[in-house]
């Protein structure tokens, strides 16, 4: 920024770089990327960071203690963010949602730090940038990455402490924690054949990449099986009051019923089988169901359903210890768990 710029605001620059907040004003920058620049954190690039240092030694500007705890981060919260891209009508109530979310809230507890949840539906590329820009909380756990990698891919360049719960591919920026979701497909698809099914329905919504790579997995049984089986796609909403219109819609235009579902989520296997169910077919008479997650509800289902279980506790402590060990300014690896077949009466 050049002289005749500084001129322009009014203030003398010695009289105007008192706080934080002016110097981030004065680089162009946010206040948390000052206080780690200043901090020497290499979350920073090198080139912000020399800029900003220059500037803050030119206009004499000392951190006041203040500013030191800013750069330390104890706010004593995480901030645990629900993004909605792909599926917009689902509710933070949701028992996958809720589980997770106790599950971290234990972890935190124990650690001496609050929980401080938000549901977002992301209208605009910038909606993680400016909650991070905020400066409310140290961190940030994400839970589920729906159709939203390339915006923590993006925020992930510039700032260190977030985790997020999902999927791992190759060439993923962002850290994340969660199940080997290619392997859970493959599994709950081969039990399906190996139980004589023929002709398998996946129900999910692709959009999020959790859920693509679950029906990846299928496919690979599929190819795999040896013998003729059918695989069919139907898009399906998570929220149960709208999944059960999906497969009703299905099943009223389909030939025949297939004699395998798998379901991208346990709540929407639990659907399924009430919508079979009005239609007289029983599971597993006429249907058999495989589900994804192994919510306490699958055990005391009628009947009990078999599923793809997700180590959930296990993937809460991992969120948590990576999320710490960034806040601390060390980076960390992506975690993948393995998934579990766990048989029961739906198949």
Known sequence: MSGPEFRQRGKSLAEKVRTIYDLADLAGVSAATVSRALAGKEVVSAKTADRIRKLAKEHGFQPSPTARNLRTRK????????????????????????TLIGC???????????????????????????MIDADRVDGFIII?????SKVLDAAAKTYLPMVAWGAFVQGQVHCS???DNYLGGRLATQHLIEQGCRSIAFLGDTKAIELSLRLEGARAAVADAGVQV?????????????????IAAF??????????????????????IQVLAGRRLTV????????????????????????????IASGASHLVDNLFKRIEGRPTGSVVLNPELIVRAST
Do not use: C
Request: hydrophobic residues 40%; negative net charge.
């Open 230 to 246: 059918e695989l069919v796609e139907i898009p399906t909403h998570l929220a149960a009051e709208l999944s059960g219109e999906d």
């Open 251 to 272: 099943l009223d235009n389909a030939e025949r019923a297939p004699d395998g579902f798998f379901a991208a989520s346990d709540m929407i296997a639990l659907t399924a």
């Open 177 to 179: 924690v969660g199940t």
């Open 75 to 98: 706010r004593g919260a995480i901030g645990v963010v629900i993004p909605l891209g792909h599926e917009r009508g689902q509710h933070i109530s949701d028992p996958f949602f809720m």
């Open 104 to 130: 971290l809230a234990d972890e935190l507890t124990e650690r001496g730090f609050d929980l401080v949840l938000s549901r977002v539906i992301p209208d605009r590329d910038d909606w993680l940038q400016k």
């Open 144 to 148: 589920g990455q729906s159709d939203q």
């Open 284 to 311: 597993p008479g006429d249907v058999r169901v495989v589900g994804y997650d192994d919510l306490a509800i699958a055990r005391s289902s009628v009947p009990p359903l078999t599923t793809i279980r997700q180590d």
